[in-house]
Each structure stands twice: as structure tokens, then as C-alpha cells.
């Protein structure tokens, strides 16, 4: 009797193959799909908050490991806002990109009841302000003299 060559004891006898393949793929795309659900489990942030007000009800924090210039003034940065004057605390994430010197916003992501795709002013919000301020600051501070 004729022996298999070793690398077919590592795959599955044919009728089993293409349950085995499935499952392998099943588990590739549950995991990478893991990243896109909740992309906080997949990459480390590090949390600063950088306004509150409402004696506290209402936060905004930005993730400073996501700082990202882009060039022209411009940055991106991830970023949450808790607002808890329903009683239940309500977080929206956000993936937003400031416009340092117009001092306007879009919201590029969001995740949550409300968002902006479009630039809006930043000045009327003073949450959103004080965040534009704290990573327009950070890129600021990055740049070579």
C-alpha cells in the first residue's frame, strides 16, 4: 500500500474538505471583522479627556495615540463624547479631522446618534473647540524648528 506524502496528513480527507475550508474561512472573517465592530479592541488607545461641562454631564475625549497630521493645518484624530443628562450615559465615537487654521470640523466616522460629514465651524461648540485645540497643539508642538 502506497503512502500519502506527509502534507496530506495535514489536510482533512477530501469529504471533509470543504467543511474544513468554510470553517477556516468563517474564522478569518469573524476575526477581522472583530477590528471593524469595535476598532478600540484592536488598537491600543490612550484616552485624555479634554472638556467637560454641564458640571460634568457632558465629556469629550480624544485618543492621543490616534493624532494623525495630514498636512495643510489639517489632523485627524479619534475621539468620544459622553453625555450623561439623560441619566444614561450616551458615547458617540467619532473619527474627525480639524482644519487648525479656519477652525472648522468634519466628522470623517461616527458612531452614534449624531455626526457631520460636511466642515462645520467649531467655535459654536465649546467641547469640540477645546478638542480641536488640545491635537492642533499636539501637531504644533511635533513639528521640527
Known amino acids: 500500500m502506497k503512502q500519502r506524502p506527509h502534507f496530506f496528513k495535514l489536510v482533512p480527507c477530501?469529504?471533509?474538505?470543504a467543511r474544513w475550508i468554510g470553517s477556516l474561512i468563517a474564522l478569518v472573517?469573524?476575526?477581522?471583522?472583530?477590528?471593524?465592530?469595535?476598532?478600540?479592541s484592536a488598537l491600543a488607545a490612550t484616552w485624555h479627556s479634554v472638556a467637560e461641562s454641564s458640571q460634568g454631564q457632558q465629556q469629550?475625549?480624544?485618543d492621543i495615540d490616534s493624532i494623525e497630521p495630514l498636512g495643510w493645518g489639517h489632523v485627524r484624530v479619534g475621539s468620544y463624547y459622553v453625555d450623561r443628562r439623560s441619566g444614561q450615559p450616551q458615547r458617540t465615537d467619532y473619527l474627525?479631522?480639524?482644519?487648525?487654521d479656519r477652525r472648522r470640523f468634519r466628522d470623517v466616522e461616527f458612531h452614534g446618534p449624531v455626526g457631520r460629514s460636511r466642515w462645520?465651524?467649531?467655535d459654536p461648540d465649546p467641547l469640540n473647540s477645546a478638542a480641536m485645540e488640545y491635537v492642533c497643539e499636539a501637531i504644533a508642538q511635533k513639528k521640527p524648528a
Open 60 to 62: 469629550q475625549f480624544v
Open 120 to 122: 462645520m465651524p467649531v
Open 14 to 17: 477530501p469529504g471533509r474538505l
Open 96 to 100: 474627525t479631522e480639524y482644519d487648525c
Open 29 to 40: 472573517l469573524g476575526c477581522s471583522l472583530i477590528g471593524a465592530i469595535d476598532p478600540s
